[in-house]
Nanobody, 125 residues
Framework: QVQLVESGGGSVQTGGSLRLSCAAY????????MSWFRQAPGKEREGVAI????????TYADSVKGRFTISRDNAKNTLYLQMNSLKPEDTGMYYC??????????????????WGQGTQVTVSS
């Protein structure tokens, strides 16, 4: 069993920065990938950034490339998302997620085994 707890959301103006954290508890060594998703009101949940446990390879959605950075601190069992040059369209609830095994589409929320409760990010113009 794994528990994920996000923190670090808030309200910023366009161009600002935030760093989200996701603390993982439990059998975290069993996880193959960890990801950040977001969901805006009235929209589907979308994958933002992914990091693979063994290789530490990272991938990003086109909408955040060059602005967001996903990383992890294995000693602290914590996942991070550094968000720079924030835009109003980045507004939404941000979720940390974790999965076992290989996923054909890691940016799809389908098949993830664990989810955090979410942290709100609001970017004003």
């Amino acid at each position: 069993q794994v528990q994920l707890v996000e923190s670090g959301g808030g309200s910023v103006q366009t161009g600002g920065s935030l760093r989200l954290s996701c603390a993982a508890y439990g059998y975290t060594y069993t996880l193959d990938l960890m990801s950040w998703f977001r969901q805006a009101p009235g929209k589907e949940r979308e994958g933002v950034a992914i990091i693979y446990s063994l290789s530490s390879k990272t991938t990003y959605a086109d909408s955040v490339k060059g602005r967001f950075t996903i990383s992890r601190d294995n000693a602290k069992n914590t996942l991070y998302l550094q968000m720079n040059s924030l835009k109003p369209e980045d507004t939404g609830m941000y979720y940390c997620a974790a999965a076992w095994g290989v996923k054909s589409d890691p940016f799809s929320p389908v098949g993830y085994n664990y989810w955090g409760q979410g942290t709100q990010v609001t970017v004003s113009s």
